[in-house]
């Protein structure tokens, strides 16, 4: 059984997927890019591996530029080596600040890190920040290509406002 519902995803996310090279069976080896992290101490879940099997590789251009409090210029890359290779660190403080085991899957906005935690949630990080991108890995393409919410800071470092400001909705 897949653990992404692709037939939940709206007809303008699945066009841009399709745009960027998706299809409903693509299907590419994982292991491409999990042994090399795993080499660098991530530990891999299905969630990641499923991911990375059906979007790994692709990078998908915005539908919507502006979202309700952040600009969406940048096309979500599914690159889990440049996401991950070197940024240990960084997946260490997002657990150890949300908890969960999380593995990158690519990069988003300013060429933050995007990790998906085992259950299926989708968090960004870099700068000093981290930032929700949805409890389950559609409602992250949702945001991350049709900018249909508010992006929410989770946390930031300390002497860093939270950046979007909860009140730029």
Request: hydrophobic share 40%.
């Amino acid at each position: 059984m897949s653990l992404i519902r692709f037939d939940s995803l709206s007809e303008d996310l699945l066009g841009a997927l399709v745009a960027s090279g998706w299809s409903a069976d693509r299907k590419v080896y994982p292991g491409q890019w999990v042994l090399p992290l795993e080499g660098e101490g991530y530990r891999s879940h299905p969630m990641a591996e499923e991911i990375l099997a059906t979007v790994g590789g692709l990078s998908i251009e915005p539908v919507n530029r502006v979202g309700p409090n952040f600009s969406n210029d940048e096309p979500y890359n599914f690159d889990p080596i440049a996401a991950g290779s070197g940024q240990r660190d960084l997946v260490i403080e997002v657990g150890s600040v949300l908890g969960g085991d999380y593995f990158p899957i690519g990069e988003w906005l300013s060429y933050s890190s995007v990790f998906v935690e085992a259950g299926g949630r989708v968090v960004a990080a870099g700068m000093g920040w981290i930032w929700e991108l949805g409890s389950t890995f559609e409602d992250s393409l949702e945001l991350a290509v049709c900018a249909n919410r508010p992006l929410n800071c989770l946390h930031s470092d300390p002497g860093l406002d939270p950046w979007p400001r909860p009140d730029s909705r």
